[in-house]
């Protein structure tokens, strides 16, 4: 997987639009990870705590996972990252928006 976190305030797109617009340019992501309190099994325990995972909740609606598999060539990458670019771009060209790819590396401006 390669998760990115899109700062949804400053990329004036949402987690969906941006899925959509990928889906549209043919490439497919989607939301691999979710908060534990969200899934069902939780729900039920974790209600009196409605509203106490502010921090994962605001990760959770701008996390994507792009496409990433051994046979990806550099083309599909290159592809990926200039759709992403694009949409990006068009939501709101001023918009500095931050990729981060797994816990331990480096934010990447994009």
């Known amino acids: 997987l390669y998760p990115i976190h899109i700062d949804v305030k400053k990329a004036g797109i949402g987690r969906g639009q941006l899925i959509e617009e990928?889906?549209?340019r043919n490439?497919?992501?989607s939301v691999h990870f979710i908060p534990l309190h969200r899934h069902p099994a939780y729900r039920q325990v974790l209600q009196h705590?409605?509203?106490g995972f502010r921090s994962a909740d605001e990760l959770y609606e701008g996390m994507v996972s792009l496409p990433l598999?051994?046979?990806m060539t550099d083309e599909d990458v290159?592809?990926?990252i200039t759709a992403v670019r694009e949409i990006l771009?068009?939501?709101r060209p001023t918009a500095l928006v931050s990729l981060q790819s797994g816990l331990s590396a480096p934010v990447t401006q994009l």
């Open 22 to 24: 990928l889906r549209k």
């Open 89 to 91: 771009w068009e939501s």
């Open 49 to 51: 705590c409605r509203g």
């Open 27 to 29: 490439i497919g992501t």
């Open 78 to 80: 290159r592809d990926v």
């Open 69 to 71: 598999y051994p046979a």
